[in-house]
């Protein structure tokens, strides 16, 4: 029987892994990931998951040991954080084209410099085009259940891409919360065994990563973006099937509190769970704000997201977790107005904050400075292209 | 040209852009490199096989006879099979245009 | 000793294997000292391997889209990371086997890449599999400089050369430092067996490759690869400067099995380095005081071999 135990996030992630039965795990220690793989070496020690646990001597390495698992017919697990998923980062553009469903863990953290071991989406938002997968979970209790979800999405034939689940760094990575871990049985049958189109196979030679010639290289790259956009039926499918099974659904994008909305906060990660606080305070003192949080980051939802948006929202305010050093805004408020530039006369006007950078704290004080900046600019333009929350001038 | 076949839409380009024809490769002829071809003198062959374990290009096969023979669609002409036949029994010569 | 180097009895130039592992029709250039060495290794491993390539020219002139010369199951990531690509693939195929998902039979797990692949920028890759113990072969094709993108000068470019980074001038005679010693790097890892090679003694350099497979563990073989157009070499001379630089002594062939240095082949009356330079244009400009020191450096080299293959 699955049962609810107050358990560390980060351990109860690996207890996923291990309920998922991950065959090859190769990672690299980071804070703060190490928890999670940590933990993943317990139970392949203990013989309680039947793996390799390559203990690697890089993130490039992990990110290669797992690619290489992968396409000799292995389900594969590896989990960073920050400076080791940018060092990761050219290996991490090979397994979506490439078609490889390795599956990872991002514990969400700042990048240097200066250095910082805190949380913000820095590191994931610099690895946005790599062609995964890629969903944000809000609390513990998610993060496992993402992580079920990811391994049933990304070995589906119809789909076999690569996956990341992203957690945030300690506010979510570290926090004891009450979590039900599923029985095996039914994870069984919620993520059949891993068989792969083609795998490295002295019984059937297959020749993979060849040099793309200009012939080819723009068809091979717009193969693996329509197989990353159709793969989003999956991912709706696979929460469905989830929510069959295990009984909580989850949504490409979740609402709160959108009922004749006019002011709307969008959220990504476990901030969310504080803006939900603070939505139901404003809610009480007669605000009509209400709350968009997206689950899926990539694909992105654009319909999902636009139907969400209801006929009486005004304003979105959208809280980026990263500065988008030189642009006009951070990347989440970028994928918005690009989305909803084409929504017809009652596109809502559109304020980008960016909050929560390196450890900040985002408390319910910040969603509520939010919500009333974004309902002044909506009367009067900002003189800034987007705004950072609580940053000290002198 | 081997190209000609990489013209293909998304739609059909293989799954992962791998390549499940072993050796296919060899459709591709690379003869046309050449300036120059081994010409062997079976009088003076002694079938011992160095041109053949020498050649880069995997030209060389033998025949039902024992003698070991360039084939011309792959034969690059480079001449390390005249150079190191140890009783002078290949000639390089010039391919007429 | 290795219990597996015992059954095998070695390849013999009558029984070489007729099976091309690399098919025609590939890409490299005429004469290609690389390819051949590739050819043979491949040869002594045989049909029931997966290759893990780093990029480099073999990875290049074997698969353009959408032809392949491999006839094996064959992959390709990138420069730096065959050998832990590789190690995944091992991974892999340790768990699969155990799990019943796949036949127990023996597969031998081969990654391939140049020098700069392997002495420079795959260094750490390399070490780090190496130190995890996994049961794999490392070819290191050595055509001594980064011939891929044009001739640039790596790690393992011999002193004095001239390449594109090193290019001889007012200030310079070419490469400045000693060629690194990667088989030694390499050896330093106290894994089982490291070997060198030359293919123009290929009966030798394919016992090498098999017993490199045969041996439990990570192995590795370091091939010296003639590049006629890296070197400004006539293409039909690869083989026999192959010779003559095992025959000058500034390439010894020698196996390192459990530690143990063992010379392969003990040149008594080495013929003059000059003799090999000037096979080469890379060395053409090279003055008799460089000429000298190069002599003198091959001959300590080759000396401190000799002795670690007397040390018990």
Same mark, same amino acid.
């Given at each position: 029987?699955?049962?609810?135990?107050?358990?560390?996030?980060?351990?109860? +992630?690996?207890?996923?892994?291990?309920?998922?039965?991950?065959?090859?795990?190769?990672?690299?220690?980071?804070?703060?990931?190490?928890?999670?793989?940590?933990?993943?070496?317990?139970?392949?020690?203990?013989?309680?998951?039947?793996?390799?646990?390559?203990? +690697?001597?890089?993130?490039?390495?992990?990110?290669?040991?797992?690619?290489?698992?992968?396409?000799?017919?292995?389900?594969?697990?590896?989990?960073?954080?920050?400076?080791?998923?940018?060092?990761?980062?050219?290996?991490?553009?090979?397994?979506?084209?490439?078609?490889?469903?390795?599956?990872?863990?991002?514990?969400?953290?700042?990048?240097?410099?200066?250095?910082?071991?805190?949380?913000?989406?820095?590191?994931?938002?610099?690895?946005?085009?790599?062609?995964?997968?890629?969903?944000?979970?809000?609390?513990?209790?998610?993060?496992?259940?993402?992580?079920?979800?990811?391994?049933?999405?990304?070995?589906?034939?119809?789909?076999?891409?690569?996956?990341?689940?992203?957690?945030?760094?300690?506010?979510?990575?570290?926090?004891?919360?009450?979590?039900?871990?599923?029985?095996?049985?039914?994870?069984?049958?919620?993520?059949?065994?891993?068989?792969?189109?083609?795998?490295?196979?002295?019984?059937?030679?297959?020749?993979?990563?060849?040099?793309?010639?200009?012939?080819?290289?723009?068809?091979?790259?717009?193969?693996?973006?329509?197989?990353?956009?159709?793969?989003?039926?999956?991912?709706?499918?696979?929460?469905?099937?989830?929510?069959?099974?295990?009984?909580?659904?989850?949504?490409?994008?979740?609402?709160?509190?959108?009922?004749?909305?006019?002011?709307?906060?969008?959220?990504?990660?476990?901030?969310?769970?504080?803006?939900?606080?603070?939505?139901?305070?404003?809610?009480?003192?007669?605000?009509?704000?209400?709350?968009?949080?997206?689950?899926?980051?990539?694909?992105?939802?654009?319909?999902?997201?636009?139907?969400?948006?209801?006929?009486?929202?005004?304003?979105?305010?959208?809280?980026?977790?990263?500065?988008?050093?030189?642009?006009?805004?951070?990347?989440?408020?970028?994928?918005?107005?690009?989305?909803?530039?084409?929504?017809?006369?009652?596109?809502?006007?559109?304020?980008?904050?960016?909050?929560?950078?390196?450890?900040?704290?985002?408390?319910?004080?910040?969603?509520?400075?939010?919500?009333?900046?974004?309902?002044?600019?909506?009367?009067?333009?900002?003189?800034?292209?987007?705004?950072?929350?609580?940053?000290?001038?002198? | 040209?081997?190209?000609?076949?990489?013209?293909?839409?998304?739609?059909?380009?293989?799954?992962?852009?791998?390549?499940?024809?072993?050796?296919?490769?060899?459709?591709?002829?690379?003869?046309?490199?050449?300036?120059?071809?081994?010409?062997?003198?079976?009088?003076?062959?002694?079938?011992?096989?160095?041109?053949?374990?020498?050649?880069?290009?995997?030209?060389?096969?033998?025949?039902?006879?024992?003698?070991?023979?360039?084939?011309?669609?792959?034969?690059?002409?480079?001449?390390?099979?005249?150079?190191?036949?140890?009783?002078?029994?290949?000639?390089?010569?010039?391919?007429?245009? | 000793?290795?219990?597996?180097?015992?059954?095998?009895?070695?390849?013999?130039?009558?029984?070489?294997?007729?099976?091309?592992?690399?098919?025609?029709?590939?890409?490299?250039?005429?004469?290609?000292?690389?390819?051949?060495?590739?050819?043979?290794?491949?040869?002594?491993?045989?049909?029931?391997?997966?290759?893990?390539?780093?990029?480099?020219?073999?990875?290049?002139?074997?698969?353009?889209?959408?032809?392949?010369?491999?006839?094996?199951?064959?992959?390709?990531?990138?420069?730096?990371?065959?050998?832990?690509?590789?190690?995944?693939?091992?991974?892999?195929?340790?768990?699969?086997?155990?799990?019943?998902?796949?036949?127990?039979?023996?597969?031998?797990?081969?990654?391939?890449?140049?020098?700069?692949?392997?002495?420079?920028?795959?260094?750490?890759?390399?070490?780090?599999?190496?130190?995890?113990?996994?049961?794999?072969?490392?070819?290191?094709?050595?055509?001594?400089?980064?011939?891929?993108?044009?001739?640039?000068?790596?790690?393992?470019?011999?002193?004095?050369?001239?390449?594109?980074?090193?290019?001889?001038?007012?200030?310079?005679?070419?490469?400045?430092?000693?060629?690194?010693?990667?088989?030694?790097?390499?050896?330093?890892?106290?894994?089982?067996?490291?070997?060198?090679?030359?293919?123009?003694?290929?009966?030798?350099?394919?016992?090498?490759?098999?017993?490199?497979?045969?041996?439990?563990?990570?192995?590795?073989?370091?091939?010296?690869?003639?590049?006629?157009?890296?070197?400004?070499?006539?293409?039909?001379?690869?083989?026999?400067?192959?010779?003559?630089?095992?025959?000058?002594?500034?390439?010894?062939?020698?196996?390192?099995?459990?530690?143990?240095?063992?010379?392969?082949?003990?040149?008594?009356?080495?013929?003059?380095?000059?003799?090999?330079?000037?096979?080469?244009?890379?060395?053409?400009?090279?003055?008799?005081?460089?000429?000298?020191?190069?002599?003198?450096?091959?001959?300590?080299?080759?000396?401190?071999?000799?002795?670690?293959?007397?040390?018990?």
């Amino acid at each position: 029987m699955s049962k609810r135990v107050g358990v560390e996030v980060s351990i109860a +992630v690996a207890d996923a892994v291990k309920l998922a039965r991950a065959e090859v795990i190769s990672a690299y220690p980071i804070t703060p990931q190490t928890h999670i793989v940590e933990h993943l070496s317990d139970v392949v020690a203990n013989g309680e998951l039947d793996a390799e646990y390559v203990p +690697v001597e890089s993130e490039h390495a992990a990110m290669s040991c797992c690619l290489g698992a992968s396409a000799a017919g292995a389900r594969t697990f590896t989990s960073s954080s920050s400076q080791g998923l940018s060092l990761m980062s050219e290996i991490l553009y090979h397994p979506g084209p490439m078609r490889l469903p390795v599956v990872m863990v991002v514990a969400n953290r700042a990048l240097a410099a200066p250095i910082s071991i805190w949380n913000d989406h820095n590191d994931i938002m610099v690895q946005r085009d790599i062609g995964w997968i890629q969903t944000f979970a809000e609390n513990g209790q998610e993060a496992v259940d993402l992580l079920l979800h990811a391994y049933r999405v990304a070995e589906d034939p119809k789909v076999s891409l690569p996956f990341i689940v992203n957690i945030d760094g300690f506010t979510l990575s570290h926090v004891i919360e009450p979590i039900i871990l599923p029985d095996q049985e039914d994870v069984d049958a919620y993520i059949p065994s891993f068989k792969p189109h083609v795998k490295l196979d002295p019984k059937k030679p297959v020749t993979m990563g060849p040099v793309g010639i200009p012939e080819v290289y723009t068809e091979a790259k717009v193969a693996h973006e329509m197989a990353l956009r159709a793969s989003k039926k999956v991912i709706i499918q696979g929460w469905k099937e989830f929510a069959g099974k295990f009984g909580r659904q989850y949504n490409p994008i979740e609402t709160y509190r959108m009922d004749d909305a006019e002011t709307v906060l969008v959220t990504m990660g476990s901030i969310s769970e504080t803006a939900m606080t603070a939505i139901d305070a404003m809610r009480d003192e007669g605000q009509k704000v209400g709350l968009l949080r997206i689950r899926l980051w990539r694909p992105f939802p654009g319909p999902e997201f636009r139907k969400a948006i209801g006929k009486t929202v005004k304003t979105l305010a959208v809280i980026d977790r990263t500065i988008s050093t030189g642009a006009s805004c951070g990347p989440v408020s970028a994928e918005l107005r690009s989305i909803l530039y084409k929504m017809p006369g009652r596109a809502p006007k559109i304020f980008g904050f960016v909050a929560g950078l390196g450890g900040r704290d985002v408390t319910v004080d910040t969603f509520r400075e939010i919500v009333d900046k974004a309902n002044l600019y909506a009367k009067k333009r900002p003189t800034d292209l987007y705004e950072v929350i609580g940053v000290r001038e002198k | 040209m081997a190209t000609s076949d990489a013209i293909i839409g998304w739609k059909t380009l293989p799954f992962g852009c791998h390549i499940t024809e072993p050796g296919s490769s060899a459709k591709f002829r690379t003869g046309d490199w050449r300036s120059q071809r081994p010409v062997l003198d079976k009088e003076k062959c002694i079938k011992c096989g160095m041109c053949w374990i020498f050649c880069p290009d995997m030209a060389y096969s033998q025949t039902k006879e024992g003698y070991y023979e360039a084939n011309m669609e792959y034969c690059k002409g480079c001449g390390i099979c005249a150079n190191e036949c140890p009783k002078g029994a290949i000639q390089m010569v010039e391919e007429e245009v | 000793m290795i219990p597996e180097f015992e059954k095998f009895k070695g390849f013999s130039a009558k029984t070489l294997p007729k099976d091309e592992i690399v098919a025609p029709g590939h890409r490299a250039c005429q004469g290609c000292g690389e390819m051949l060495a590739l050819r043979m290794a491949m040869k002594a491993l045989g049909k029931d391997i997966i290759v893990a390539n780093a990029t480099g020219c073999m990875e290049i002139v074997t698969s353009p889209f959408p032809q392949t010369a491999w006839t094996v199951p064959w992959l390709h990531v990138a420069f730096e990371n065959a050998a832990t690509v590789a190690s995944g693939i091992e991974a892999a195929r340790k768990v699969l086997a155990r799990k019943g998902k796949i036949p127990k039979k023996h597969i031998d797990i081969v990654a391939v890449g140049g020098d700069g692949a392997t002495g420079d920028i795959g260094i750490q890759w390399i070490s780090g599999a190496f130190e995890r113990g996994h049961d794999m072969v490392y070819i290191c094709l050595d055509n001594e400089a980064y011939m891929n993108t044009g001739v640039q000068r790596s790690g393992c470019t011999p002193y004095g050369a001239m390449t594109t980074t090193t290019p001889p001038g007012k200030e310079s005679f070419g490469q400045v430092t000693w060629k690194k010693n990667v088989p030694a790097i390499m050896a330093a890892h106290g894994i089982p067996y490291v070997a060198t090679a030359s293919p123009a003694y290929y009966v030798d350099l394919m016992n090498k490759v098999k017993k490199a497979a045969l041996v439990k563990g990570p192995a590795y073989v370091h091939i010296y690869s003639p590049c006629p157009t890296g070197w400004g070499s006539p293409g039909e001379k690869s083989i026999e400067i192959a010779r003559l630089v095992v025959e000058t002594r500034v390439v010894p062939l020698y196996e390192v099995i459990e530690g143990k240095y063992i010379l392969s082949r003990k040149i008594n009356k080495p013929k003059p380095v000059t003799d090999y330079l000037k096979t080469q244009r890379r060395f053409k400009h090279l003055k008799e005081e460089q000429l000298a020191y190069i002599q003198k450096r091959v001959d300590e080299e080759y000396d401190r071999i000799v002795k670690l293959s007397e040390m018990d």
